[in-house]
């Protein structure tokens, strides 16, 4: 029915199969899926290498010290490595930079891709981390367990998203 | 466990998390900025099946107290404004936090300039903290099987049950098969175009 060698598909499958990686999470790791905890592990591990003003009350330690955060970091690294194998698989290799830049918001230089592409990663991570987590901690694994939290992140994500692409995008 | 098996279970989830992104297509920036244009709705459909298997999932677990749940505290202020920044970045960057490294592996070069960016946020983050700490007000971590007082399988259940008949109305008007594009990626597709 699916192989890896297809392109692409059903994003029903696909979804159900994502939902059911929380059962190891919750079993053997007793958390949920996530993923943006695993920049502050790496930037924390940075900021204590070269900062020696940074205490071990701060922000970052529990993610530079606590498994769940590594488990984090190998899901991440897992799901490049999962990507590049499911397009190598399907043979998808594709341009470097996707043609939906030049074709939705006008953006044809790289350098000018690069520069919305920083910007862009910086927002989404400070966002994150202001809300305790992303689309996949609050948006999977949040709304799976009914939190309340998530309940109010995941409608902002929306509006956020909706009104800067109504904004600042044209059909492609 | 030891390090190295939280490491071989965090790297094998996530290979099968990576391939499930690729193949579903949600990773590409076009799946993502056309759902958020609203003209192209793969992105709502993996995240809602996502959910709907997750919300069955520990109804099954949490129900028979074979886990615990862990529900991020609530501070509503916070989670406006970060949630809010999360969408802005998202179709800036074209990828959320998970998806950045799905583009890494599949190939796209701007992905690392994303991850980047996403390093700095998070530093930046942790450093500004205790500047505005003292706004954010964290309440307790609850869940609306709490409020209610309904048990937790039960409001589960019948959310995944409620999202599910919502998935097969989205089928119906936006049959998935319109949606993925001549080249896979949700360019020249959904309505009018």
Known sequence: ?172 | MGFLLIVLLGLSMGLIFGVALEKSRVFEPGMILGQMRLQNFTMVKVFVSAIVTGLMVLAFLHGFEFVTLHPKALSVAAQIVGGGLIGVGMVVAGACPGTVFAQIGAGYKDAWVILAGGLLGALVYGYALPLFAPYIRSAEKMTYADITGLPFWLLALGLAALLFIGLTLLEKGRPSASEVGAEFDGRGCGPRS
């Open chain 1, 1 to 172: 029915m699916v192989s890896l060698s297809d392109k692409a598909w059903s994003p029903y499958v696909a979804g159900a199969l994502i939902g059911l990686l929380q059962i190891p999470a919750f079993l053997l790791m007793d958390t949920g899926l996530g993923a943006s905890s695993s920049f502050v592990k790496i930037a924390g591990h940075a900021a204590l290498t070269f900062d020696p003003a940074v205490s071990d009350g701060s922000y970052f330690s529990k993610y530079v010290t606590s498994s769940k955060y590594v488990w984090q970091t190998a899901l991440v690294i897992g799901i490049a490595l999962g990507a590049f194998l499911s397009m190598r698989l399907s043979n998808a290799r594709r341009e470097h930079i996707s043609p939906v830049w030049k074709e939705a918001m006008g953006v044809s230089s790289p350098l000018s891709r690069y520069l919305l592409a920083f910007l862009g990663g910086f927002i989404l991570l400070f966002g994150a981390r202001l809300a305790g987590g992303c689309t996949s901690g609050h948006g999977l694994t949040g709304l799976a367990q009914l939190a309340v939290s998530s309940s109010i992140v995941v409608p902002s994500i929306f509006a956020g998203g909706i009104a800067t692409a109504l904004v600042f995008t044209r059909r492609f």
